[in-house]
């Protein structure tokens, strides 16, 4: 079964169970499904996601994960997911779309084994 992320909340599920939460968007598109359209400020767009292996990225930090869209999943035309985790100069305004979870969340993710993810409301 896959994860779940959802939009509205930040909230990141597995099997029903809350596995932790973050956040997606900044400003006015921060968790808001409405703006998913929206290109750096609005939140992942619903759909199906393949996780990526971990690796550093030199802006996003170590265990960044690459977020590819699942056949049928409509983009917007917006690229670069990632699954990453905050910035510790400006808590909270991480994220142009990407999914913000703190290490925690992250390892748990990969180390499941499960590496699709289903973005929801």
């Not at 909230?11 to 290109?39: H, K, M």
Request: hydrophobic fraction near 30%; proline fraction near 8%; aromatic fraction near 8%.
């Amino acid at each position: 079964m896959p994860w779940i992320y959802r939009q509205s909340t930040g909230r990141i599920e597995r099997d029903g169970t809350l596995a932790g939460v973050g956040y997606s968007g900044c400003g006015q598109g921060r968790n808001n499904p409405s703006r998913q359209n929206e290109a750096m400020s609005g939140p992942i767009p619903r759909g199906t996601w393949s996780i990526g292996a971990p690796f550093t990225h030199p802006h996003a930090g170590p265990y960044t994960m690459r977020l590819t869209p699942v056949p049928g999943t409509v983009t917007y035309n917006r690229t670069g997911f990632m699954i990453h985790g905050d910035s510790a100069a400006h808590p909270g305004e991480a994220s142009h779309g990407c999914v913000i979870v703190n290490i925690v969340t992250r390892r748990r993710i990969w180390e499941s084994g499960d590496h699709t993810i289903a973005v929801s409301l």
